[in-house]
């Protein structure tokens, strides 16, 4: 586990993704561990206390310039709390707490993996492909959307791909851009057309990542699965963001996840 740190940051870039997501680009005031893919970050407004808890975001990408080091998050907006950076001047004023949790399991990959992104779970799996790039570990990347409008810059998602020596699928639930279907539909075809892959590695709704978790177990194919689940703590302590595990037991998904091994949770109980 890296070590986490509570720094003060400035927004210094941000841009719109599509009609409900933006990605805002941070520099932190002082040193900050590189996080693992995967890993997650507690955001708060700087000399604010609303809102009144924190909030939690996937690293999308992270970096060291000149000034420091940086880091990328991507926002789905849903209330006044993730509303907040889409409209805040630049060089507003954040706290943000990490790196946190436990991340891909990038030291054991060998390739190729299927990556797996469905909304808003794009942004450690954009980490991820980085990290494998660097590596030289190649991945294919099926990003799910309900509609065309909804996928987040395919392009960038198709180069980034490329850089592992893998390829780029888009998937819409009505056909409007890509393969259409479910994003789990499109993958578990490709494997049945004989497409394998070391491990599956997804974020996504918790629909989407109980039918990977089926869909591992009926293959034989391993998947670590980033939850999105409600955080006030972020560090283990508030218990707010426990997930049913077999046997009648508990984890905490900040801390021993957010990524996890799919037998790691009763998705049937969830």
């Not at 810059?153 to 490329?162: F, K």
């Not at 497409?195 to 670590?224: Q, T």
Request: aromatic content about 6%.
């Amino acid at each position: 586990m890296v070590p986490r740190t509570d720094r003060s940051a400035v927004l210094i870039a941000r841009r719109q993704l599509t009609p409900g997501t933006y990605a805002v680009r941070f520099q932190l005031e002082g040193p900050f561990s590189a996080p693992r893919p995967g890993q997650f970050v507690m955001l708060a407004i700087e000399g604010s206390d609303l809102p009144f808890w924190r909030r939690a975001y996937s690293i999308a990408g992270f970096g060291e310039g000149i000034d420091g080091p940086w880091l990328e998050l991507m926002i789905k907006i849903v209330g006044p709390g993730t509303a907040h950076w889409r409209t805040a001047p630049m060089e507003s004023r954040a706290r943000i707490l990490g790196p946190l949790g436990r991340g891909f399991p990038v030291e054991e990959a060998t390739g190729p993996i299927a990556m797996v992104a469905g909304g808003i779970g794009l942004p450690p799996l954009l980490h991820a492909m980085a990290e494998l790039a660097s590596l030289g570990i190649s991945c294919d990347l099926y990003l799910g959307a309900a509609t065309a409008d909804e996928l987040i810059e395919p392009e960038s998602c198709a180069r980034a791909v490329a850089e592992t020596g893998g390829r780029f699928f888009a998937c819409t639930d009505d056909g409007s851009a890509g393969e259409e279907g479910l994003v789990t539909e499109v993958l578990g075809r490709h494997l049945d057309s004989g497409e394998a892959y070391e491990a599956i590695w997804a974020c996504g709704p918790n629909p989407m990542l109980r039918a990977l978790a089926r869909l591992s177990a009926k293959r034989g194919v391993p998947a670590w699965l980033s939850m999105e689940e409600r955080m006030a703590c972020g560090v283990g302590v508030c218990l707010g963001c426990i997930a049913p595990a077999p046997g009648g037991e508990h984890v905490r998904v900040c801390t021993e996840g957010p990524v996890l091994p799919a037998a790691a949770i009763d998705w049937e109980a969830l």
